[in-house]
Structures are given as C-alpha cells and as structure tokens.
T-cell receptor, first 113, second 114 residues
C-alpha cells in the first residue's frame, strides 16, 4: 500500500496564479484533512472532509477551496495565490471514529513569489 | 477551544540518557491525546495515543508517554535516547467538536548527541 500520497512535491507560483494540490489515499479512510505547516506554528487545519462529497472549514480556510469527489482523493485549490500562502502543505486521512490516528502524506512545499 | 502547549522549542540530550518532551493540554471533556514525530522533509508519523485507562502509554520505537490528569500533561519519554531519535515531535489533542480533528502544539526539536 502506498498510504497517503501528495502531488506535486514542490511548486513555485507567482502571486495571483492558481493551482491544485492532489491528495490520494489507498486505505479506504472516510476522513481526510489538509494542513499547513509554518515555522514555529505547528500544523494548522485548513479544511477537512468526513466523507465523499462533504467538506468543512478548519482553522485557517481563507484563500483555499477543497473538493472530495471520490472517497480516495482530496483536492486543495488556491484560486489566487498570495505570498502568505508560502508553506508546507500536508494531507492526512483516518478512519471514522473518535479514537483513530491520522496518517500523513509526505508534504508539498509551495513557494509564492 | 482546545489547545496544546509544548514549552520547549528544543531539547538536547546525550545518547543513552533518558529523554522527556513536555506537553500540556486544555480541552473540554475527556482528553484524547496523541504524539507524532516528523523527520526532516517527511510527513508526520504516529507514535502513540492516550484514550483512556492506564496513564502510561507505550508506543513505537521504545517511546512512552505519561498522562497526568491533575497537571493536564502528556509528556513523551524514552529511557535511553538514540541519535536516530533526533527529529521534530508534535503533541496533539482531539477536537471534541467531531470529525476526528486534531489541534497540534508548535513542536519540539529533539537533538540527541553522541
């Protein structure tokens, strides 16, 4: 099993450009999450999904959109990138239920110039 | 709202010595607590979790964590540190609002030296 995979691994954007980050999991997990990691701030939740076709806002959703058309995929979109969105983005997934740990992807390093 | 504090940005320890990485939490209701480790340029890996029961939780790679309800702490420990344990460690608490969401601390960099 590949676990959680993320595409691309690195990306450089200019301010105002758009892009989509793809997350895929092969563990049949119901829940999926997008986080951003910034130095000294830990991980902050952007959006999450508790099932196919459903999404919800996390702690820092502004400037991002998400879609979960298939259970195994969770897409994170930036419509108009800003330098403040320079960060490392992590996708995670978990089984439903309140005790289950999350499994993380390897991350995408995004730089917005 | 729930929160996690990791008071030390960095912990240095000599190989073979015991290590402790500190974590305190604040949450309404029963606490569900997690420790993750992040190696350079990698995603987070699950180490262990506290749900209920025994206050000493054992996890991967010889790590354990001690839950203390009165002190609202969940410190990560290992009896004998290895150089390969050098990494960034995150404590997290489950959000009682559902969706199995986690709130993470800011992380503690562990450096184990020979």
């Amino acid at each position: 099993n590949a676990g959680v995979t993320q595409t691309p691994k690195f990306r450089v954007l200019k301010t105002g450009q758009s892009m989509t980050l793809l997350c895929a999991q092969d563990m049949n997990h119901e829940y999926m999450y997008w986080y951003r990691q910034d130095p000294g701030m830990g991980l902050r939740l952007i959006h999450y999904s508790v099932g196919e076709g459903t999404t919800a806002k996390g702690e820092v959703p502004d400037g991002y959109n998400v879609s979960r058309l298939k259970k195994q995929n969770f897409l994170l979109g930036l419509e108009s990138a800003a330098p403040s969105q320079t960060s490392v983005y992590f996708c995670a997934s978990s089984y439903s239920g309140q005790y289950n740990e999350q499994f993380f992807g390897p991350g995408t390093r995004l730089t917005v110039l | 709202a729930q929160s996690v504090a990791q008071p030390e940005d960095q912990v240095n320890v000599a190989e073979g010595n015991p290590l402790t990485v500190k974590c305190t939490y604040s949450v309404s209701g029963n606490p569900y607590l997690f420790w993750y480790v992040q190696y350079p340029n990698r995603g987070l890996q699950f180490l262990l979790k506290y749900i209920t029961g025994d206050n000493l939780v054992k996890g991967s790679y010889g790590f354990e964590a001690e839950f203390n309800k009165s002190q609202t702490s969940f410190h990560l420990k290992k009896p004998s540190a290895l150089v390969s344990d050098s990494a960034l460690y995150f404590c997290a608490v489950r959000d009682p609002g559902g969706g199995n969401k986690l709130t993470f601390g800011t992380g503690t960099q562990l450096k184990v030296e020979l």
